[in-house]
């Protein structure tokens, strides 16, 4: 039996937003085990650079890199992906995991804000609604009076989602030509030059934690990190990035699952309701940047005729 394209890219991406999906549980695993977040960190990035390279040896890839090149992956990994992980981890030790995975994805509406100012992008009725819609869903998520919600934990999942959301247009503009895997390889590496020294002004890296941090260090590295990333390049290569994008929104899905089913995490009608206008309006900006990029494609393709 063949399996067509579509539907292993399909395979593919789901099986990526899953893997990213649990790491935030694996955190929390590795929080109970005496982890530090600078020490998970800088383990994470380390032994996940470890695994691409390897990776790469054995795909016979290039590794050289121009000085441009290597100063542009940097800011990526060293700095951008860096503070968005950071933020991340960070805002999980404050607030529910699901509530922490909802959050970070607002960042197409910063994406949004953020090509209008940067890249003069017009902001569409269909965006402007997509936008309200996912403000007012995260309204209801987090409550309109804000009761019992650790303020801290959501400016730093929201600050995650800004970070996220300028490394996505960063790294659309300064990474083009280079492979998937030279360019996660390299991130990863310079994101673990940075969370070394971060983890050197928290003390050092503390490795005295219970066994039970390695493995969900280790579930962090294998699916969270190095199987998700592969997977969403290899199902990129089957279907279109808008699809890719939207079939993403299953991430927090997972999230909201494992959260239930292993910390009794819940949430309320109105909540779960939020949660879905959130998800349908990233759904729909997404949707909107590929029907602009779909209309320059053809403009170009009528011009190169």
Not at 36 to 65: H, I, N
Not at 126 to 155: E, H, N, Y
């Given at each position: ?44 990035f380390l032994f996940a ?55 970070l994805y607002t960042f ?198």
């Amino acid at each position: 039996m063949v399996v067509k394209p579509l539907y292993l890219g399909v395979l593919y991406i789901l099986a990526s937003a899953a893997g990213f999906g649990v790491m935030s549980i694996f955190a929390v695993y590795a929080y109970g085990a005496g982890v530090s977040v600078s020490t998970l960190l800088f383990l994470r990035f380390l032994f996940a650079a470890g695994l691409f390279f390897g990776l790469l040896a054995l795909r016979k890839e290039s590794l050289r890199l121009n000085r441009r090149q290597v100063l542009a992956l940097f800011c990526l990994g060293g700095v951008l992906y860096t503070l968005q992980s950071l933020s991340f981890f960070s805002a999980v030790q404050h607030i529910p995991t699901s509530m922490a995975a909802l959050l970070l994805y607002t960042f197409p509406v910063f994406v949004a804000v953020l090509s209008y100012f940067v890249d003069k992008e017009p902001l569409t009725r269909k965006t402007v609604f997509a936008m309200l819609l996912s403000l007012v869903g995260l309204g209801l998520v987090l409550g309109l009076s804000f009761g019992g919600v650790k303020m801290l934990g959501v400016l730093l999942a929201l600050a995650a989602a800004l970070f996220y959301s300028v490394y996505i247009i960063v790294g659309n503009r300064i990474v083009k030509g280079l492979s998937p895997y030279v360019t996660s390889g390299y991130i990863s590496l310079f994101a673990a030059v940075s969370t070394f020294l971060i983890a050197q002004k928290d003390g050092g890296v503390d490795l005295a934690f219970a066994p039970t941090g390695w493995w969900a260090l280790g579930g962090i590295v294998v699916f969270s990190t190095v199987m998700a990333i592969s997977f969403f390049f290899r199902g990129l290569q089957l279907i279109s990035s808008t699809k890719a994008s939207v079939l993403s929104t299953f991430e927090p899905v997972v999230t909201f699952f494992f959260s239930a089913l292993l910390f009794g995490e819940a949430f309320s009608m109105l909540q779960l309701l939020g949660g879905g206008a959130v998800l349908a309006g990233a759904a729909l900006i997404v949707a909107g940047n590929d029907a602009k990029s779909s209309q320059v494609q053809q403009v170009q393709e009528g011009v190169n005729t």
